[in-house]
Structure formats: structure tokens, C-alpha cells
């Protein structure tokens, strides 16, 4: 059993070296970035299907981020293609992956705590009545904010008329990840979904990610705690300085493999591996 | 970091901690504590000279106030902001000004006179909000500078003799007509329908959408204490010289620009930069667009309070829009609960601050007592009030960390 060949790069093999990509509800094809001499990115691949959580992990300067920030427009790549629903597009801006439908959870959350959940999740798209002046329709956001909020079956919020400075870690990421819903976006990134987060927060959070995979939305997720990565995701994708290094299938790979992609592993049996997945990957491009 | 058991218990802590002084420690009381200290101002005041609560007195402070409070009404949305504009003052004294010099000395309309001088806040405004706005510079520094310009164009505007009189017109109208029987009940009889009758169709609206409807008693208590506010306070405009034309004008402010802060888009936004502006422009809303609105409309606001005083003192001169003017328009709000630090506050707060600052005023006019002990006392006042402000703060804080 060979754990590097997983689903993702079995079917970008299969379908015409992986540039027609009509399968993907979202793919990008040699991805590179650079910051003067610096390689944050290099030539990389990057798929996600509906329905599928993608985790993204890999050692600080990797390049997680970059890549994040190259999907969601904040700060688009040098060279590069990307396939939304096998349609080609160009993400050059947040506005632009906004109405493509990629929105993002960021680290630091971006919540108004003077605001309560309702006005935070309707924050930038609030729903009004009356056509000259814009009177916000209280009533009809604060319906929608339940019935959202009962879908992600987030009910330790108490009521969404509460403030959100005096919501806990946990309650906060839900949060943000259910104003992430507002725009009804196809895909959604987070970046580090679970980290300064406790036990039970954490699962919940978990739980909150499953959901929208099961809702039939693209997840991808970068993530430091492999534990977190191990309950979620379905295909773990490795970045090591700036490249793909490995793909996982996570049923049928350990942490152990994982963590030997990330750090480079020094046995002979993970260079084996790496040599073999790097040659693929260059194998690809070449085509 | 801590778990949920944790996070539980702090939960349980916050509900025990939920009765009336939990409330006042966590200084979310929504703004009861302003009138708590006005109640005791008045009665002090009473208790020193039995003319402080007469009729006459009464009307003369609401008269006294106005100007104040229709500035501070600006100076809330700033202060909502988390920014500061120390420009009011002298752009309500360059603003009555050219008001004053385009009709008297020029022979202008009155209504055009004020029309222009209201446009020349509006402009100030945008200007003082570009310089912050697209080059960066703290309101601190661009208001500070337009502070002493703005005084500067006063005195060239007067001219010099550096005082104008208003003869009788339009501009004193503004502050010297009352309004007799009719207009007063009516209005308290409006203004009581018109709180029960828009929280009646409220929780009506949110029981048919399924929503919590909210508590009726505390819809009831509100009728009954606005209602009672209404009523009492006509009462004893009426026994007096009537109700006031700059007291409606101010009222009507006030629930307008209330209405704009609490219920409309703009509003909405207005808190949301003054909470987090990160998140704000991340949600997709252009903070410059509205940071520069807001700017305008203070100064402009600011322009608005001018001509009032313009209008009681009857006249405009070289000292117009200086001395305590600013410090009590930024003071007013802060003391009655709008926070320094963005975000938390509501216009109203810019008539009950003044009442406060008002009533000591007026209340240590009438003990006789100098300059010297009035500024040192408000001065205590203001320092109590945001002393109060940066502990609900921290309180606040100290919850939402976990």
C-alpha cells in the first residue's frame, strides 16, 4: 500500500495531466509566489471537492498561508491557474474569491465585540427595509441568524442578541465560522481553526467543520495539531518550503507518515517515499 | 485556555453577578447611572436654592443646554468612532460667524445665511476628514490644528469690531419663540404614542416571525416613564413662557439622528469601525466613506449648535464658540455613558450629558459661586465619569478572555 497515492492525485493523473480539472469544485494549477529572492510558493498543485475537507499542513514557512492567501485574493500568485467548477478564473482580490463563493475564517476572528451575534454575523451584508434610507430589518436577521445558527447546531450561544465580547473562545470561532454562511459561499478556509482553543471548544469547533463539509461545501484547513487534522480531514496535503511534497488519503496513513512528510523524515523509508511523490509531481508538470 | 467546564462555571458567575450591582460594577446599566446622577444633582441643587426646580429656571436650562446638546450630538458619532474632534467649538463660533456677517452685514436672507453657514461646517468637516482619512493623520492632531485655525478665521470673519448683533429674525426666532397649550400636549401625547405604538408593532412583528417578543412590562415601564417625562416636563414649560422652539428643534435631532445611529446601515457601521475597524473593512465596509460622513456631520452638527447660541445670545462675537464650549460637548457624552474608546454609546447621551453639565452650571449660577469652583467641579465630574467608563471596561474585558 502505497499512501501517497491518494484520491486527489489519482484523479488529476487520470483526467489528462490534471489541467482540464472538471471534476474539482476548486483547483489550482502551478501555483508560484515569490517575495524578492524568497520562494514562498513553488509550482504547486492545490484540489478541493465538494464535500471534502482538505487539511493543509506543513512546518512554519512551508507556505500554508500563502497558499490561503492566494485562494482567498488578499495576495494572488505570480504564476498560476485556477479552475472554480472547471470554469478558469482569476482570483485577484477578496471581493473577487467573495463572489466567486471562497470566503475565509481568519486566525484572529475580525468580530465586532461591541456588537452583538446577530449584527456580527450580518456585519457588511445587513438586510434592510426602505428603499431611501437603508433601515435595518432586525427582525428578519435575527430569524435567519437562528435558523443558521440551529443548522449548525450551535446552541450554547444562549441568544443571539448577546454581545460577543462576553462570548468564550469556542462560541467566538462559531461565530465566525457561521458568518461565514451568510454569503452561502462554496467553499470555505480556515486558518488555524482550533489553536488557542480548549478541549471542548475544540470539538465543537470540529464538529462545526464536518457540518459544512456534510452541507456539501468545500473545507480546507490549515492546521499545526494533527490530532485535529486526523478527525476530520479526508485528504491531508503537505507543504515543505514553498512545495507539495506529499498527498494522504487519511484513512490509510498514520500521523507518523504525516509527520515524517512535514520535517523531511530522516529514515530511508520516508526519503523513499518523498523521492518517489517529488518525481511524480515533477512527472506531472513535465507532461 | 481553558474547557468548557471552565467556561461553564464563568457563565454561572456572570448570571449571579447579573442583579443591579453586578450591573453597575460591569457599568452595563444602559446608561440608568446618568440619571441617577441627575436626580441627586437636582436634589442638591433644590435643597441649596428652592429656585433651581421652579419652572422659569427649569426652561432657562433647557434653553441653556441646547446649543451644547445638538453639538454633542456630533461629537457622539466621533466618539462612537473611537476618534475625538477637538474642532467643534471654534467651528460652531466660525460658523455662527459668516452666519451672522452674510445677513447682517451683507443683507442676506436669514434662511440662506444659516443654510450657508450649516454648508460651511459641513465642509470644514470633509476637509478635516481627508487629511485624516486619506493621509493618515490622527483626528487628534488635524482637529487640534483646525481648534486654532478655525478660531483664527472667526476673528477674520468678524472683522474689526469683532462683534455682531442680530436684530430680530429668522436666527433669533430660533431660540426666543414658545409654543402655547396646543403644541405642548400634543406633542407629549405624540411622543408617548409613538413609543408604545412602535413597541407594540415591534413585538408584534417578532411574535409573527416566531421570535422572542420580548418583556412587556419593560415596554410598559418605558411608555410610562417617557410618558411621565413628556407630560410633567410641558406642564412646567407651559407655566413658564410655553414650550420652547429650539427645545423641539433639539428633540427632533435627537430622535432623528438617534433613529440613524441605532436603526439604519450607516448606524450599524458606525459601531462596527468603532469596535473593530479590521473587521469592519474585512466585512466588506468602506471605513473611509464612513469616517468622512461622520466627520461632516459633526462639524456640521457643530455649525448647527453655533447659530443656536448665536440665536439666544443675540449676537456674535470674537469669544463665540470658545471657552467651555468644546469641553462640554465631548464632556457631556462621555459622563452620561458614550465610552472614549469607540463603539459603545448613544446619542442621547449628548442631551443627558449636557443636562448634567447644564444643571451644575446653572445650579452654582444661582449659589453665586465663581468660575474658579464651576470649572474644578465639572472638571471632577468628568474625571469620575470616564474613570467609571475605563472600569466597566476592564470588567468587560476581563469576561470575554478566556
Not at chain 2, 382 to 393: C, M, Q
Amino acid at each position: 500500500m502505497n499512501p501517497q497515492v491518494a484520491r486527489g492525485e489519482a484523479e488529476s493523473s487520470g483526467d489528462g495531466n490534471g489541467r482540464g480539472s472538471t471534476e474539482h469544485l476548486l483547483a489550482l494549477r502551478g501555483f508560484s509566489k515569490s517575495f524578492g529572492p524568497v520562494r514562498a510558493l513553488h509550482n504547486v498543485d492545490f484540489e478541493v471537492d465538494a464535500g471534502e475537507i482538505v487539511a493543509l499542513v506543513g512546518d512554519n514557512g512551508a507556505g500554508k498561508s500563502t497558499l490561503i492567501k492566494a485562494i482567498d485574493g488578499v495576495q494572488p500568485p505570480d504564476n498560476g491557474e485556477a479552475y472554480f467548477e472547471g470554469k478558469k478564473v482569476r482570483i485577484s482580490t477578496p471581493q473577487a474569491a467573495e463572489n466567486l463563493g471562497i470566503a475565509t475564517v481568519f486566525q484572529d476572528l475580525a468580530l465586532c465585540d461591541n456588537l452583538d451575534v446577530v449584527a456580527n454575523l450580518f456585519l457588511g451584508k445587513e438586510m434592510v427595509d426602505g428603499v431611501p434610507v437603508h433601515v435595518l430589518d432586525e427582525v428578519d436577521m435575527e430569524q435567519r441568524s437562528n435558523q443558521l445558527l440551529k443548522d449548525l447546531s450551535v446552541t450554547t450561544l444562549g441568544s443571539v442578541r448577546t454581545e460577543v465580547g462576553s462570548l468564550s473562545g469556542g462560541q467566538r470561532q462559531s461565530v465566525a465560522i457561521a458568518r461565514t454562511l451568510i454569503g452561502q459561499p462554496k467553499v470555505v478556509l480556515f486558518d488555524e481553526p482550533t489553536a488557542a482553543l480548549g478541549v471542548s471548544q475544540t470539538a465543537q469547533v470540529l464538529g462545526l467543520v464536518k457540518r459544512l463539509a456534510e452541507e456539501g461545501l468545500g473545507v480546507v484547513m490549515i492546521s499545526h495539531n494533527l490530532e485535529d487534522v486526523f478527525q476530520v480531514a479526508n485528504r491531508i496535503i503537505v507543504l515543505r518550503l514553498g512545495e507539495r511534497v506529499a498527498t494522504f488519503d487519511r484513512e490509510k496513513t498514520t500521523p507518523e507518515q504525516v509527520v515524517g512528510s512535514i520535517t523531511g523524515a530522516d529514515t530511508a523509508e520516508m526519503r523513499r517515499i518523498e523521492d518517489e511523490t517529488q518525481q511524480k509531481l515533477r512527472g506531472e508538470r513535465d507532461e | 485556555m481553558e474547557g468548557g467546564v471552565a467556561g461553564q462555571l464563568r457563565t454561572l458567575g456572570k448570571e449571579a453577578r447579573g442583579g443591579l450591582l453586578g450591573r453597575i460594577l460591569h457599568g452595563d446599566l444602559g446608561g440608568l447611572q446618568v440619571f441617577i446622577a441627575l436626580a441627586l444633582i437636582w436634589v442638591i441643587f433644590q435643597l441649596a436654592n428652592d429656585r433651581f426646580l421652579s419652572a422659569v429656571n427649569l426652561t432657562n436650562l433647557m434653553l441653556q443646554v441646547t446649543a451644547i446638546a445638538i453639538i454633542s450630538i456630533g461629537v457622539v458619532f466621533v466618539l462612537l468612532l473611537g476618534e475625538i474632534d477637538l474642532s467643534v467649538g471654534s467651528v460652531s463660533g466660525l460658523c455662527a460667524s459668516i452666519m451672522a456677517v452674510l445677513s447682517v452685514q451683507h443683507g442676506w436672507s436669514p434662511v440662506l445665511a444659516i443654510l450657508i453657514g450649516l454648508l460651511a461646517g459641513t465642509s470644514i468637516g470633509l476637509f478635516q476628514g481627508f487629511f485624516n482619512t486619506a493621509l493618515g493623520i490622527p483626528t487628534f492632531v488635524v482637529t487640534l490644528a483646525g481648534l486654532i485655525a478655525w478660531q483664527g478665521a472667526q476673528l477674520q470673519v468678524l472683522g474689526d469690531t469683532g462683534t455682531v448683533n442680530l436684530p430680530p429674525s429668522t436666527i433669533t426666532d430660533l431660540t426666543s419663540t414658545f409654543y402655547g397649550a396646543g403644541v405642548g400636549w400634543t406633542l407629549a401625547v405624540l411622543v408617548t404614542g409613538a413609543v408604545l405604538a412602535t413597541g407594540l408593532l415591534e413585538r408584534r412583528r417578532r411574535q409573527k416571525a416566531g421570535l422572542e417578543p420580548g418583556p412587556l412590562p419593560g415596554l410598559v415601564i418605558r411608555t410610562v416613564l417617557i410618558g411621565a417625562v413628556m407630560f410633567i416636563g410641558v406642564a412646567i414649560l407651559l407655566s413658564d413662557r410655553g414650550v420652547p422652539l429650539a427645545v423641539l428643534i433639539l428633540l427632533a435631532l435627537l430622535a432623528i439622528f438617534a433613529f440613524i445611529a441605532k436603526r439604519t446601515t450607516f448606524g450599524r457601521h458606525v459601531y462596527a469601525v468603532g469596535g473593530n475597524a479590521e473587521a469592519a473593512r474585512r466585512a466588506g465596509i468602506r471605513i473611509n466613506r464612513v469616517r468622512l460622513t461622520v466627520y461632516a456631520l459633526a462639524s456640521t452638527l457643530a455649525a448647527a449648535g453655533g447659530i443656536m447660541a448665536a440665536s439666544r445670545l443675540i449676537a456674535v462675537n470674537q469669544s463665540s464658540g470658545s471657552g467651555d464650549v468644546l469641553i462640554n460637548a465631548i464632556a457631556g457624552p462621555v459622563i452620561a455613558g458614550t465610552s472614549l474608546f469607540g463603539g459603545r454609546g448613544s446619542v442621547w447621551t449628548a442631551l443627558t450629558g449636557a443636562l448634567v453639565i447644564g444643571s451644575i452650571s446653572n445650579g452654582m449660577d444661582l449659589l453665586g459661586l465663581q468660575s474658579s469652583v464651576k470649572f474644578m467641579i465639572t472638571g471632577g465630574v468628568l474625571l469620575a465619569a470616564v474613570t467609571f467608563d475605563a472600569i466597566a471596561r476592564r470588567q468587560r474585558s476581563q469576561v470575554s478572555v478566556t
